[in-house]
């Protein structure tokens, strides 16, 4: 075992921005009647008049946009622009809902620009697309007046696609600032045959994606099958909202009082949790000293599950825990700092050398405080799979957060939607059965195994620990629904109908995530 040297990080702030920049919620907008708007902006400067250039958050958000074309990530490319770029505060968030508005709802946006259009999608150039695609969102999803959304998107096309397509986006903007968005929602509806095909359509998802959702709401036991629209919705609703900004106090290192003497609010689900309302996580002393951390309330729960059960027989003897696949680090953690308090041996384990090093940046807090107590806190690089057979029965508790599609975890990852195929399900299950059985033969008898992913899809949530269920008799599932407790120790409403818990961000707020909790015989 060789010594090296967190969870998901902060989402994308939005708020509004300047000049009746809006904060993205659809719905809400005071604005005048279409055929109002229309004429104003028809009595203003033709486009080869207007500014030549935009403001910076809109260059900056298209230049994401285009990045993220290329294969990067809106969550980690948008910080690093705005940063060398000098924006901040509201201009900061306006750019972001931009990005993460644009690229989410591109979806039903393109379909919209289609029929305004009056072209497919696929004939017009990329790069006009997502202009066309961040002027959209200005229009139907954001407080923008039209005229500023129109000026100013027709001055970055002019910018950075050129005069000719300057005057067919001014064009293909104007037609869609002549509707409603609902108006637009059921033009692009028509003909679209059947009730998840529609919402899919509506809500921006592509269909697999929808589809398997469905499935999960119903095999989980959250929605019975002749009632599943309603929760289905909401649930396709909850990916196109910005996720709450949730800290985790890692116990013996930050407190949740800490947290709040810094501006967060308590959380009402993780009883190690806040919420932080507004501002920079990163201004907070714990959280900027690795002794408290951006994580989702879902992640904090079942850590805390995982080491609230009893182990018994054999695992009591030694405690020694495992996470299995713990990069970045956000629950190696808070599992760190519970295994301190007790003083009980940690390992954390990560096959990626980059984020093996994350998970020893993560883990810095903890490691000073694990070397004050004389307590054992390793940071392993490598394969998961091997550690069965490496370490045979060499731990009490063992947390598999298998690497998995995300589907859980929309909301924070805007483009993951257009980027994952349902092919992804299948690559991901050998691994997912492989790491899992792996994670059982590391447990001694009496331990437990705690098998998570941030994704509700049946195939790699029940039908994964199912599977092992059918191929062993050495390893039995125990209920985990009353360990995820809120801070006042009553159980959470609506987790399934056991033995596993799926969270959901339509009802718990949180990522949709999956656990399930074994006992090896
Ligand atoms: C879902 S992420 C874990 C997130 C982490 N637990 C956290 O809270 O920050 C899955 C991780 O498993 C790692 N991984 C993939 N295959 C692995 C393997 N065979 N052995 C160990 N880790 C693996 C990935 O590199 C990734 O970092």
Redesign the pocket.
Known sequence: MSDQR???GAPGRRSGGEGGRGDGRRGERQRPPARERSARHRSEQRPSERARRTDAPRLAAYTAMREVADGAYANLALPKLLREKGIRGRDAGFATELVYGATRLSGLYDAIIALAAGRPVDKIDSNVLDTLRLGAHQLLGMRVPTHAAVDETVALARQVNGAGAAGFVNAVLRRISEREPDEWVDLVSEGVSGPVERLALRTSHPLWIAKALRAALIGHGTAQPDAVEGSLTALLESDNAPAKVSLAARPGLASVDELVDAGADRSGLSPVGATLPEGDPGAIAAVREGRAAV?DEG?QLLVLALTAADVEGDATAHERWL??????????GLLAALAIQRRIPFVA????EH?ADL?WQ?LAAARAEARERDVSLKVRH????DLGEVEPAGFSRV?I????T?LGALRRRPEARWRRTAGDVAALAG?QR??LASGIDATAPGGLVGY???SPHLNETRFVVTDALRNRDDVELVDARPLFVDPSGQQLPGLGDGPFVQLWPHLHGTDAMFFALLRKR
């Open positions: 967190g969870d998901g994580q992640s996470d299995l696949c713990a990069g970045p680090g956000g629950k190696a384990n990560e096959i990626s984020r998970v993560t490598g394969d998961g799979r947390l957060d298998a690497p998995c995300g691994l492989e790491l998570a992913t941030c």
